[in-house]
């Protein structure tokens, strides 16, 4: 057997089935494995950004990593802004880069490049396999690690991939992280139970989940200590009958108004929140000044069973999730983020995932209520991961697939809108256009000044304003072009009822 | 003045004078000093891929480098592939790259990235400026590197951005890279005048220019030596009037089949020949087995100059330049590589610029005689480097310039064509519509065997077709589909005699 067709059978074995692709020539060789070993789902992006994004979203949904096929350097090098994305919401990818013949790589043909060293800034693990023997090994390692939210990133050299003495393994099951101590569960009670302190609990990770919910309606009105969830959580669980968990806002002087009533934080799966960047004068961290900052489970650990744990240790009785109030009526008249909001709520079908890359105009998206749906964020700040996790997201699941699509961002990876329609993916896109990088602006504002002409070069999207609906056709999706809520309300339930993509642009 | 507005005014002072820009966050103050600063022509990218291949472009067609400035991490990651291109056809770009400011960095906000190490893949020079009274020094540094081709990455904390203490400086003029010394060229000269060896001049960088094509209608008939150009020169003065030099072909059989009859290969300017990919059990070199290699031009040298000081040292007498046969007629009926060629040959303006990433399609495209013009090529093979660099090309000359183009490619970077809408340049794209990677299919059939139906999963482009006429028009350009030569020949008359851009999608 060679390296190639082992590699893609230790992948069927350890029930990774599904591949995101470009593929490229040192590829070819697994390419042709996965035509002679059967079972692999493979599904192109017409660039590789919309390969990793795809996978970030499978991880998050299926909770079980993809792999991808990435061709060598550059092809990686494409890839890399949505594995930033999927490192920093923990999703476990099995990264394939083909690369040169060992022995060939010395003439430095044109397509040569420093392949691992790309792989390592975004990667947990790397590793370059270095014989054909050592590829079932070096599989089971990168997908064990995967399976644990990490990128694990295999480079294959084409030889490596045809040469035969090869086999095939089987990843085994990866033992859970360890649960938090006791000791740490009893310091976490003892801080709930003291009546003088204001207690947050800052959660992320699966927190916002079923468990980590059901924990927190025990937890929260045993203590009445608060709750309130990392900004760019991977995945949370909303929507009538879950525990409605505030977001730390983005704007760094609301975020830290939010936060200034603690006198104590405890963080359960999250890192303790800090600004999205440095502002002259300004601090680094949002918490308030002498806070006590304790730990209950460390991003990597499970923060829903840490909650049960916290919650038993409390003795709280089990609590109420929210019935949710009413959905509201869908909204009429212009089109705003609250009426958006308002008709989104109205209208989301039951257990439809969103996929918020709405930036600016959607920051308040989440305060309606609506059908009971999942949420996935942006997690690594690095732009054009919307549209390729809603379409990884809707081959994870089948389920409807809601993308809040602001249009700077939606331009970085469009090519996605082609693999929703090969595919026949229920994807529905909101496409927000205001046409300017509106969270520039806004920062361009807080340096002090004001936009000239020079800066609005860069930061206006307009001259010529894009054609959502043409773009979207050109890559084979239907669309349309909405101006108030009531045409919006009304392709927004068109595109519900059927199956296959749809993209709907909203010029606001 | 604080380190952003020396930035700026030690790049105008230096003759750094356009800068393409896709800015985030951490870049805010340096657009604000470009506000402050007058003078630099900013162009925006709406994804970084078309940022870089503008600057590749650029730096071909002016001979001085372009700036770009590109967001921390991951903005600089969506650029890299271009970069490549550009480190291999030794284009200079100073990269401006901002980054979380020094002290915010330690708390590793969601888009903190390993922007060193990114950069460093990439570039042949990086420096993490840590101090406004650096950045003076680290920008001159950098632009210097960039005027002697090559990647320079400067990293901007925005702390050292917005405060003051900076002072511009100048980038004086770099000396330029030593010519061949004396023995060297008399070693050549010895070859060439020595009958019983048959010598191949293979020839790289600027040797395909005015100067160096007059030194070879100097030696070529003096010597009876041949010349041959690597496949994927930066820039080639072609067309009537002009020296033809083939280039080597892309596939490996027959490339070394051209360079077989050698048994003396005098390197000018350029690297030996190499597949672009390892085979199982093909050789790496494409040169004859025992042949004798010569250097007259290390890469980074002056290949028209080295080549007029061996036309001197053989006393060789001035040589015509062909005057170039007549221009074809323009072809009719199918669209064939063959008629496309033809067609080009009958209508390409004089003086025009083609970017070629044709890929497969457009192999034998150069063999026809044409108007005289500049050809540039793909030079480090990672695809999507068509439709940036036509619209850097342009920027830089105002000229006419005709993208051959094939779609697998252009799907990469296709947000370019926005940018030639704003800037309304005259870029006329011919976008060949072949509905596959058919380069990979070719290789494919390299392994031994035939794609099965997984395979054409990710090698196939339809399912649905692509409607380019519909994405063009979504970006602002204007657009129309051809089926025939007729309308081929018809449009590109249309499009030839307007100013602006126009993209005619060849169906073949």
Redesign the interface.
């Known amino acids: 057997m060679n390296g190639a067709e082992a590699l893609v059978t230790t992948l069927l074995q350890s029930e990774v089935e599904v591949c995101f692709?470009?593929?490229?020539?040192?590829e070819?060789?697994f390419?042709?494995a996965?035509?002679r070993v059967?079972g692999?789902k493979?599904?192109?992006g017409?660039?590789e950004?919309v390969v990793t994004g795809m996978a970030d979203a499978y991880f998050r949904m299926a909770g079980k990593p993809a792999a991808t096929?990435l061709h060598c350097?550059?092809?990686l090098?494409?890839g890399?802004?949505n594995l930033?994305?999927a490192r920093?919401g923990r999703s476990g990818i099995v990264n394939i880069v083909g690369d040169?013949?060992t022995?060939?790589r010395p003439?430095?043909?044109?397509?040569t490049?420093?392949t691992e060293?790309?792989a390592?800034?975004?990667s947990h693990r790397v590793e370059t396999v270095a014989a054909p023997a050592r590829i079932g090994g070096a599989a089971v390692a990168a997908i064990q690690a995967a399976r644990q939210g990490q990128i694990a990133t295999l480079i294959l050299p084409?030889?490596v991939s045809?040469q035969e003495g090869a086999a095939p393994e089987v990843a085994g099951p990866v033992a859970p992280a360890a649960a938090p101590d006791a000791q740490v569960i009893e310091t976490a009670a003892r801080l709930l139970r003291d009546p003088a302190r204001r207690v947050l609990l800052f959660v992320g990770g699966n927190a916002a989940m079923g468990p980590g919910q059901r924990a927190l309606a025990r937890i929260l009105p045993a203590t009445g200590a608060e709750v309130m969830a990392e900004l760019?959580t991977a995945r949370m669980e909303r929507g009538q009958g879950r525990l409605p968990i505030p977001r730390i806002p983005y704007p760094m002087d609301l975020a830290m108004e939010k936060l200034a009533p603690f006198d104590t934080v405890i963080l359960v799966g999250a890192?303790a929140p800090?600004?999205?960047?440095?502002?002259?004068g300004r601090p680094?961290?949002l918490l308030p000044e002498g806070v006590e900052l304790h730990v209950l489970a460390r991003p990597e650990q499970d923060a829903g069973q840490a909650l049960a744990a916290l919650a038993d240790a409390l003795a709280a009785p089990e609590g109420m999730l929210p019935g949710g109030g009413p959905l509201p009526e869908a909204a009429t008249g212009a089109i705003t983020p609250e009426s958006m909001a308002q008709s989104l709520g109205a209208l989301l079908p039951e257990g439809a995932i969103v996929v918020d890359e709405s930036i600016t105009f959607g920051r308040n998206f989440g305060q309606v209520t609506m059908a009971p749906h999942d949420w996935l964020a942006l997690?690594?700040?690095?732009i054009?991961d919307g549209l390729p996790m809603a379409t990884g997201a809707a081959l994870a699941t089948g389920r409807r697939v809601v993308s809040l699509q602001a249009d700077?961002s939606a331009?970085?990876s469009?090519?996605a809108l082609?693999t929703q329609?090969?595919e026949n993916l229920p994807c529905t896109t909101l496409l927000i256009s205001n046409r300017r990088y509106n969270?520039?602006i806004g920062?361009?504002h807080?340096?002090g000044?004001t936009?000239?002409?020079?800066?609005m070069?860069?930061?206006d999207?307009g001259?010529?304003?894009?054609?959502?609906?043409?773009?979207?056709?050109?890559?084979?999706v239907e669309a349309a072009r909405a101006e108030t809520m009531e045409q919006v309300n009304a392709l927004m339930r068109a595109s519900f009822a059927r199956t296959g993509p749809f993209l709907i642009e909203l010029v606001v």
């Open positions: 692709a470009n593929p490229g020539t040192s070819m060789h390419v042709a996965l035509d059967a692999m493979c599904v192109l017409l660039h950004t096929l350097g550059p092809g090098a494409n890399m802004a930033h994305n920093r040169q013949a022995w060939h003439f430095d043909a044109p397509l490049a420093d060293g790309m390592r800034t975004v084409a030889d045809w760019l890192k800090v600004a999205f960047f440095g502002y002259p680094s961290s997690t690594g700040g690095a054009g700077g331009a970085y469009l090519q082609w329609a090969r969270i520039l920062e361009y807080a340096t000044a936009p000239g002409p020079t800066a070069e860069m930061l999207l001259r010529p304003d894009i054609d959502w609906v043409s773009l979207a056709r050109g890559f084979g």
